[in-house]
């Protein structure tokens, strides 16, 4: 924040022109009035000229100080100078108006003024110097902006680099951002032309930028306009119009930039000029879930949170979402120190108000545990902490048992014994029908939190929560598609109908919270993915936002199935019970009876198997769950 000693200069330079256009405006109102009228007789004339010489200096020293002191009243000192736009306008306008009503007011307010006198201005005058003034102020400080628009030279990038843009949208958001870039030339863009769908905008003007036609018009931007790049500026339309568009775009070689989410907007995150090449997130994504904020609040604020595996990608998001909602303090645990370091350092310049601590532990470290809960008591648990990559745990699946089963089972059992309220233990839909070690291992931690739920006297509810895959997260195709890309290729896709669940990580996170707020003790919660996509399209999509053509420029190559991979993913087992929730994107399944273990016996079954080669162990792992099957079978 700037001192009041620092503003000095700056205050100095309003007052210094202010008065001056005021003096001007005054002295030329004088003259517009009166020059130029009928010849008075000799003695008139003397006596008139005595008059505007006596009275106008009396005017100029109470007026002008008058119309400045007002001018700051309505607040144009406390902007910056050359940042001027409609609402300051309008303060302008006010400020003088002010100042007019006043000189008409002021001689009959004080009375017995005399017509001579400096305190009774001519009104022809007054109004005059109100239209001149408010001519004088408005366009000097539009041309001081014109000029700085017109001459500077950003740093966002290299001095004398413009390239032409086409902007998508003629509305709010379109024009909001075109405002913003031609008052920001840093940026090293330059609206030319708008495209929209709305007929009735074409061949109209926004801030001085002709909207050409609709995006069907594409092709003709290059050789007409000169356009190297187009923005979306379409917060709001549908996923199906953005893949449409972008298609275009890239069958144009025109490079695609996007505005931020009209969520993004709407809190205040960012701005409209706040733009980024288009992701897949972008065009895979759905309309965002509407999430019960109270609900969530009043299961967060105010209590001790404790999040496993705060430093992945689920965990991390996890963090941010409960940090936002206020809770006393937020208990990140990590195996990882430098992960745990920069979720610290991100939550707390987010600056949400809750004690953030960091904790270094492995989650099947039972003393260390113990001394988790002892300290801190969290009334709330979500365990993301895992091992999840597929064909590594094949290899090794006494390394997938130990993390995802007896972590789970160190961590649930304390959060039971220390009284917390809650415990959601962030599954994967791998868990169903499992093919593969991890998915097993995550099968095996849901029916460990039946078991404990199954106890008698058990207050705290256990969860699970089961989705698919995460744009972006640790693990997912999109990071390593993304870096094939730049490698120049090949993408490498295991089969041709190799169909996925997707969300974002936001989304996925945020109706996780909003499962916790639903779910009652014994409950999987499975959220609605939508429908399928398969892998090969998702590759095909990446490349071409790219600016590139899939089997063209880069490579797409088909390497067959990895160990324990499934062609499609499933989200229920059989014998699951299918419940409506509150919520259109959370379902509850739940399996009635108990297991056939209590929680320490399976424990112990899960403990023998850690000791097993790698064929032996998976063995063991079917015959207790028996819907797992190996891949290799």
């Not at 010849?39 to 008139?44: D, F, K, Y």
């Not at 941010?320 to 430098?338: F, I």
């Amino acid at each position: 924040m700037a001192s009041p000693a620092s503003r000095l200069p700056r205050t100095a330079i309003f007052f210094a022109a202010y008065g001056m256009l005021a003096a001007l405006s005054l002295w030329f109102a004088y003259e517009l009035r009166f020059v130029g009228a009928d010849e008075p007789t000799t003695a008139e004339h003397l006596a008139f000229e005595s008059y505007l010489n006596e009275q106008r200096p009396y005017a100029l020293l109470w007026l002008v100080p008058l119309k400045v002191c007002l001018l700051a009243l309505w607040g144009q000192f406390r902007g910056v100078f050359y940042y001027f736009r409609l609402p300051d306008a309008l303060r302008t306008a006010l400020a003088l108006a002010t100042a007019t009503f006043a000189a008409l007011a002021l001689p009959n307010l004080l009375g017995g003024v005399a017509p001579g006198d400096a305190f009774s201005l001519p009104r022809g005058v007054t109004l005059i110097d109100f239209n001149l003034s408010l001519v004088l102020f408005i366009g000097f400080r539009v041309s001081v902006r014109a000029l700085r628009e017109r001459f500077s030279v950003g740093t966002g990038s290299p001095a004398g680099v413009v390239e032409r843009i086409a902007v998508v949208g003629a509305g709010q958001t379109g024009a909001q951002l075109v405002a913003d870039l031609l008052g920001r030339r840093g940026h090293g863009l330059e609206p030319v032309c708008f495209l929209d769908d709305d007929v009735a905008k074409h061949d109209l003007h926004i801030h001085g930028v002709p909207v050409v036609g609709s995006p069907a018009r594409m092709s003709e931007l290059a050789e007409k306009f000169g356009v190297t790049e187009i923005i979306l500026a379409l917060p709001s339309t549908s996923v199906r119009r953005i893949r449409e568009v972008s298609a275009l775009a890239a069958a144009n070689n025109l490079r695609v930039l996007v505005v931020p989410s009209m969520a993004e907007l709407a809190g205040g995150r960012v701005r409209a000029s706040d733009i980024r090449p288009i992701s897949v997130e972008d065009i895979l994504g759905r309309a965002p879930a509407q999430l019960d904020d109270e609900a969530i609040g009043a299961m967060v604020k105010g209590r001790v949170i404790l999040v496993t595996g705060a430093g992945g990608s689920i965990g991390l998001e996890l963090s941010r979402q409960v940090a936002a909602h206020g809770p006393v303090r937020l208990l990140l645990l990590d195996q990882c120190e430098v992960l745990l370091y920069q979720a610290e350092q991100e939550l707390i310049a987010a600056g949400h108000g809750a004690v953030i601590t960091p904790l270094v532990g492995d989650v099947t470290d039972v003393a260390r545990m113990t001394a988790v809960f002892t300290a801190y008591r969290p009334s709330l648990v979500l365990h993301a902490a895992a091992h999840k990559h597929v064909p590594m745990m094949e290899a090794q699946p006494g390394e997938a048992l130990k993390n995802n089963v007896e972590g789970t089972w160190v961590v649930a059992h304390l959060a039971a014994e220390h009284g917390a309220e809650k415990f959601v233990l962030i599954s994967s839909d791998k868990a169903v029908n499992p093919t593969n070690v991890m998915g097993a291992s995550k099968r095996l931690a849901e029916l460990m939190l039946r078991s404990l739920q199954a106890r008698p006297g058990v207050r705290t509810s256990f969860m699970a929560v089961r989705f698919g895959n995460v744009l972006g997260s640790s693990g997912s195709v999109i990071p390593i598609f993304r870096r094939q890309i730049s490698a120049g290729g090949p993408v490498t896709v295991t089969h041709p109908d190799v169909k996925r669940y997707f969300m974002t990580i936001p989304e996925a996170v945020g109706l996780v919270l909003q499962s916790a707020t639903l779910g009652q003790g014994g409950d999987i919660l499975v959220l609605e993915m939508g429908e399928p996509l398969k892998i090969i399209d998702v590759a095909r999509q990446l490349i071409e936002l790219s600016g590139l053509r899939p089997d063209v420029d880069i490579e797409i190559r088909i390497i067959g199935l990895r160990p324990g991979e499934k062609l499609v993913e499933e989200l229920q087992c059989e014998g699951e019970q299918f419940r409506p929730t509150t919520h259109p994107r959370v379902f509850r399944f739940v399996v009635a009876g108990e297991t056939s273990l209590p929680p320490e016996a399976l424990r112990a079954q899960v403990a023998d198997l850690l000791r097993l080669e790698p064929g032996a162990c998976k063995q063991g792992i079917r015959r207790l769950v028996p819907e797992y099957v190996p891949y290799a079978e």
